[in-house]
């Protein structure tokens, strides 16, 4: 592997880690991070790894950006919950401003909401706070190397909800113009006999397309079709 090195870390018996020599010999590093405690803790695992300098840390996004504006760096790894800006806010800015460094994400959020929002402002990585020395630092060695990475986890999660989504998307389409009539009377308190009477039908009918409604919107109770209501403009 010409151009590869073991890298000698804390790991498994058995496990390696391969850095590119083709990358630079030092990385300068910002953490970010509004527990001191897991700062610390990046920097002890990654302690040995003489190549990742970490030139400063912040507690919040605001200290962050200003040391960025004011110095060198080539990798931002910042948590999501910060007071003041967060992490998604201060990925976005760095990017605008700085595209040329790199940001990895390193949080304990799994919302696929804002994993998108991350993705969206173009961040290179994000990996969960679980995850091991191997990951990060595999996390760090392909974004330096022109890469990204998203852990298996977070992809994963993503997959799921737009899953989900296109679920749901399928099911709002499959939903007959009497079934929203009636979805929307349920979300607003109507028995079924008070459906029945308002909409000239019988109540047999009623139960009816409420059970169809339920197996077509994939939820088990009427708290569920309300909440497939408001999650999908339905009650307008």
């Known amino acids: 592997m010409d151009g590869i090195i073991k890298l000698e870390s804390e790991l498994e018996e058995g496990t390696m880690v391969y850095i590119n020599l083709k990358l630079k010999n030092e990385l300068k590093i910002v953490i970010a991070d509004d527990h001191q405690m897991f700062i ?41 919950s910060m007071p003041g800006m967060t992490g998604t806010e201060l990925t976005k800015l760095i990017k ?15 919302d696929p909401a804002i994993i998108n929002d991350i993705l969206q402002s173009e961040a290179e990585g994000y990996i969960l706070k679980n995850t091991g020395k191997q990951e990060l630092l595999s996390a760090i060695n392909k974004i330096m190397d022109d890469g990204t990475y998203y852990s298996n986890e977070v992809m994963s999660l993503m997959l799921a909800h737009n899953r989900k989504k296109t679920a749901i998307a399928e099911a709002k389409e499959e939903l007959t113009v009497r079934e929203l009539e009636i979805l929307k009377l349920v979300c607003e308190e109507f028995t079924t006999a008070g459906i029945a009477e308002k909409l000239f039908i019988s109540p047999r009918t009623v139960e009816t397309h409420r059970k169809n409604i339920l197996e077509k919107t994939r939820s088990k109770t009427i708290v569920g079709l309300i909440k497939y209501a408001f999650e999908n403009n339905l009650m307008a």
């Open 96 to 110: 605008q401003e700085f595209p040329d460094i790199k940001v990895l994400v390193l949080t304990m959020f799994n």
């Open 40 to 80: 610390d803790g990046v920097r002890s695992l990654l302690k040995k790894e003489t190549r990742l300098k970490f030139v400063h840390e912040a507690l919040n996004g605001e200290d962050a950006l200003s040391y960025i504006r004011k110095n060198e760096v080539d990798l931002v790894v910042t948590d999501i």
